[in-house]
């Protein structure tokens, strides 16, 4: 069975330290993948998305960057952390067929402190 | 582009109470329709699913039915306890849509005893 791992579970990391997230399935092939972003009490926001390796989308332009070196894993990076990037970070991966759902990891709680 | 609107939260109700959340999308061809759950500090998880006009998915006591018509697919349950206390998404797939899974704002649900 298909299963994704995403770690750490909570970090708390100070301004302008970088930072790497990372994320990889298990059990399936070119799936697409995703990291969304919740800030608290808030919805989810699409950070970046994947539908094969090295191709990335960017949704919105900020101080994070997502790369896919392998077909199934996932990583987001930040050379500099602000404040603002404080949330929750989430990643996700649905199937190669585009009507099917998607299946989410555990999530990250990142405070920049 | 596909979007999809659901109904502004906080939602407060008391045990045993009727649930809906509103759910209505934009969309190009047929996609298949989805509910998600995230229970505090978690990931989400597929609730329900429904993946043609007049399909009603159902799971946990929660249904919702798949309205071509008025293009809507409205999240109902008859009886809530205090354990479906979460935030609800409504999504789309990422169809016709090169790869981009689309949510809803989020409802947050709190059922008090």
């Known amino acids: 069975s298909q299963t994704i791992h995403q770690w750490p579970a909570t970090l708390v990391q100070p301004v302008g330290s970088p930072l790497s997230l990372e994320c990889t399935v298990e059990?399936?092939?070119?799936?697409?993948l995703y990291w969304y972003r919740q800030a608290a009490g808030r919805g989810l926001q699409l950070l970046f998305y994947s539908v094969g390796i090295g191709q990335i989308s960017s949704e919105v332009p900020q101080n994070l960057s997502a790369s896919r070196p392998q077909d199934r894993q996932f990583i987001l990076s930040s050379k500099k952390l602000l404040l603002s990037d404080s949330g929750f970070y989430l990643c996700?991966?649905?199937?190669?067929?585009?009507?099917?759902?998607?299946?989410f990891g555990q999530g990250t709680r990142l405070t920049v402190v | 582009g596909n979007s999809v609107t659901q109904m502004e939260g906080p939602v407060t109700l008391s045990e045993e109470a009727f649930l809906t959340i509103n759910c209505t999308y934009t969309a190009t061809g047929y996609p298949s329709l989805f509910w998600y759950v995230q229970y505090p500090g978690e990931g989400l998880q597929l609730l329900l699913k429904?993946?043609?006009?007049?399909d009603k998915g159902s799971n946990k006591g929660f249904e919702a039915t798949y309205r071509k018509e008025t293009t809507s697919f409205h999240l109902e349950k008859g009886s809530v306890q205090v354990s479906d206390s979460a935030v609800y998404f409504c999504a789309l797939p990422p169809y016709n849509q090169g790869g981009k899974l689309i949510f809803g704002q989020g409802t947050e649900l709190s059922v008090k005893p």
């Open positions: 429904a993946t043609k006009a007049d």
């Open positions: 996700a991966w649905s199937g190669l067929h585009m009507n099917t759902e998607a299946f």
């Open positions: 059990g399936t092939s070119n799936p697409n």
